[in-house]
Nanobody, 118 residues
Framework: QLVESGGGLVQAGGSLRLSCTTS????????MGWYRQAPGKQRDMVAH???????TYADSVKGRFTVSRNGLKNTMYLQMNSLKPEDTAVYYC??????????????WGQGTQVTVSS
């Protein structure tokens, strides 16, 4: 239901743009986000974008990464600039549906590898 693309190998200082496309049966997502997981580490939040368009970023990527959605809200992007070796990780797309009682259900993509060489 979530398909990421755009990962790859890039030199430090370079840029990549990740995409996450949702299937038609999970439109109207409340929150979409990007997470990343490096080998041997936990999965950490990179950026969130709410249905309102409000964005949130991890401190480590502020000013370098930008999260956005297309007009149909079925594709989310992560523009990554000034990449550093420590950005190397598998990047996962998240779609979160929030219920009226504030409980939620998360859907994850399969992940896309980003490798930044020094």
């Amino acid at each position: 239901q979530l398909v990421e693309s755009g990962g790859g190998l890039v030199q430090a200082g370079g840029s990549l743009r990740l995409s996450c496309t949702t299937s038609t049966n999970i439109l109207n997502v409340d929150v979409m986000g990007w997470y990343r997981q490096a080998p041997g580490k936990q999965r950490d939040m990179v950026a969130h974008i709410q249905d309102s368009g409000t964005t949130t970023y991890a401190d480590s990527v502020k000013g370098r990464f930008t999260v956005s959605r297309n007009g149909l809200k079925n594709t989310m992007y992560l523009q990554m600039n000034s990449l550093k070796p420590e950005d190397t990780a598998v990047y996962y797309c998240l779609a979160r549906f929030i219920r009226h009682d504030s409980t939620f259900t998360d859907y994850w993509g399969q992940g896309t590898q980003v490798t930044v060489s020094s």
